[in-house]
């Protein structure tokens, strides 16, 4: 959307319907289920408004009832995967809870990408669902930090922190500086270079992006899909 989206509140229904931008097969591109088989729903609209964000999560109009969204999960889902990956925009903007106990009662993985701002008291707290925050912003929910699996980290070779290797610029105004959340101890935390569609770029990225997880002890992971010619 590279920040042009509208910036939208977040709307807590019974969440018998959400809004869904796409549902598709493909494999888990990165973090803790890299290479995994899995189903993708995208839910719509975001409450941030990051600059660079290249992902189109604003031009659907199809909002499913739940047995709806479902069903299109399973049409798109082979047998053996076990899989949900939530994603948006911003999930937790919607009432994703139902969706996900539906999920957990066919006995399917969840798991939800996150900016971390937003909560939602009635989520289910069971093993099966991975909480992986991508932090725009300096503070997280504190019921957010609480639950979640894993912290995932962009990569810019020059814009980084001395002192931890962790991003320093601004997700929602170009050129500024902000010290976005960092982890605490019991917090995973992955590492990946940015792509910034030109060679030269990304393989400073690269190198900068390996130097910090050696140095800290972070995990690097890549946007596989790219590589991989998937979705």
């Known amino acids: 959307?590279?920040?042009?989206?509208?910036?939208?509140?977040?709307?807590?229904?019974?969440?018998?319907?959400?809004?869904?931008?796409?549902?598709?097969?493909?494999?888990?591109?990165?973090?803790?289920?890299?290479?995994?088989?899995?189903?993708?729903?995208?839910?719509?609209?975001?409450?941030?408004?990051?600059?660079?964000?290249?992902?189109?999560?604003?031009?659907?109009?199809?909002?499913?009832?739940l047995d709806e969204l479902l069903e299109k999960v399973e049409s798109e889902r082979p047998e053996f995967c076990r899989l949900v990956v939530i994603t948006g925009g911003e999930p937790f903007?919607?009432?994703?809870?139902?969706?996900?106990?539906?999920?957990?009662?066919?006995?399917?993985?969840?798991?939800?990408?996150?900016?971390?701002?937003?909560?939602?008291?009635?989520?289910?707290?069971?093993?099966?669902?991975?909480?992986?925050?991508?932090?725009?912003?300096?503070?997280l929910h504190p019921r957010m930090v609480e639950r979640l699996t894993a912290l995932k980290y962009v990569i810019k070779a020059g814009e980084q922190d001395e002192d931890d290797g962790l991003p320093v610029a601004s997700t929602q105004v170009e050129g500024a500086t902000a010290r976005i959340y960092r982890p605490q101890a019991q917090h995973t935390v992955y590492c990946m270079p940015l792509d910034e569609q030109d060679p030269e770029r990304n393989q400073a990225n690269m190198l900068a992006c390996v130097k910090t997880c050696l140095?800290?002890?972070?995990?690097?992971?890549?946007?596989?899909?790219?590589?991989?010619?998937?979705?």
């Open 215 to 231: 140095e800290h002890g972070y995990r690097l992971t890549v946007q596989g899909h790219k590589t991989w010619g998937v979705p």
């Open 93 to 139: 903007r919607q009432n994703l809870v139902p969706f996900v106990k539906e999920c957990l009662a066919r006995d399917w993985q969840v798991q939800v990408e996150t900016n971390g701002t937003l909560w939602l008291d009635e989520l289910p707290d069971d093993p099966r669902i991975t909480l992986v925050c991508s932090p725009k912003t300096p503070k």
């Open 1 to 65: 959307m590279k920040g042009r989206n509208p910036v939208r509140q977040q709307e807590v229904t019974d969440g018998t319907q959400l809004w869904i931008q796409e549902v598709f097969y493909t494999l888990q591109g990165e973090g803790p289920f890299a290479g995994f088989p899995s189903v993708f729903v995208r839910l719509g609209g975001c409450n941030l408004r990051c600059f660079w964000c290249d992902t189109d999560f604003e031009s659907s109009a199809w909002k499913p009832s």
